[in-house]
């Protein structure tokens, strides 16, 4: 009989895990091209392989350069449009991915090099594969499941390049324009707790009310009303993930009664509290 060896086992601890792929998009945008913006619980990354578009990422607006790719994180609202009379070429791609490592990503730009340039490229495509085998295949098939540990090893992969990296930055739009839509989301966020009206929130920002829309919609296709009520829902989430009941949050975010914070949950998210809570569960 062998003797048993015992070996000192290293745990490997993971920066993030890719769980799945949602969309891949690499294209060639008109010089109109304009996309009126969403939100979704999901991360996305736009990378800009030629031309120039201005994005909006919640209060904050980006225009992104030849090279350049924002990261935008789940539940941040987003926009995106060509500018400088440019049709450009965009590569955009989606996924679920957890991880403590993810937090490096938020609120971030990234200038990329030449080997970074080609990972994009490559896990783009990967995606795409990964997409197109989940149709072609039974996703309990080899061929599925070769091409999506693919596509999440190369997202991965490319994360991990940029992880901790130098070239993050913030390449923020400077118009007077955007400074007050940012300081229009600013106060509303500020303010996410309270029951405000429009002309209300006008009157912290020190505008009127047909100035405050005016400003806010060169950058948000959501009305004033309706992206506050996007914040409160936003915080809601969050509360709901530490512990909190729903009677709670009504009461914390200023809503008139627990079943109108239930009826504007579901209908801002689609689900109740506490299916979107079993969702994440899963």
Request: charged share 25%.
């Amino acid at each position: 009989m062998f003797p048993l060896t015992f070996y000192d086992m290293k745990e490997i601890r993971r920066l993030f895990n890719v769980r799945s792929v949602i969309t891949s998009i690499d294209a060639v945008r008109p010089k109109d091209f304009y996309f009126n913006g969403e939100m979704h619980d999901f991360w996305e990354v736009v990378f800009v392989l030629d031309g120039s578009v201005s994005a909006t990422a919640d209060e904050r607006v980006y225009m992104l350069i030849p090279g350049q790719v924002l990261f935008h994180k789940p539940l941040e609202f987003h926009r995106i449009w060509s500018t400088n009379d440019t049709s450009p070429h965009l590569i955009i791609f989606s996924f679920e991915v957890y991880g403590d490592g993810m937090r490096f990503f938020e609120n971030k730009l990234f200038t990329l090099n030449e080997e970074n340039i080609v990972k994009i490229k490559n896990t783009s495509m990967k995606i795409r594969e990964a997409l197109e085998a989940s149709v072609k295949f039974n996703k309990g098939s080899d061929e599925y499941i070769f091409a999506s540990h693919k596509a999440a090893n190369s997202i991965e992969d490319f994360l991990l390049d940029l992880y901790n990296t130098a070239s993050a930055k913030h390449n923020t739009y400077g118009s007077a324009d955007s400074e007050d839509y940012k300081k229009i989301v600013r106060v509303m966020h500020e303010n996410s707790e309270k029951n405000l009206s429009v002309s209300q929130i006008a009157m912290l920002c020190k505008m009127s009310v047909s100035s405050l829309k005016k400003k806010f919609s060169l950058f948000s296709d959501k009305g004033v009303g309706k992206y506050f009520m996007y914040l409160k829902m936003r915080k809601a989430i969050n509360m709901l993930c530490e512990g909190m009941n729903a009677t709670e949050i009504s009461d914390t975010l200023g809503f008139s009664s627990v079943n109108y914070f239930y009826s504007a949950f579901k209908r801002e998210i689609g689900l109740t509290p506490k299916e979107y809570l079993k969702q994440t569960k899963v």
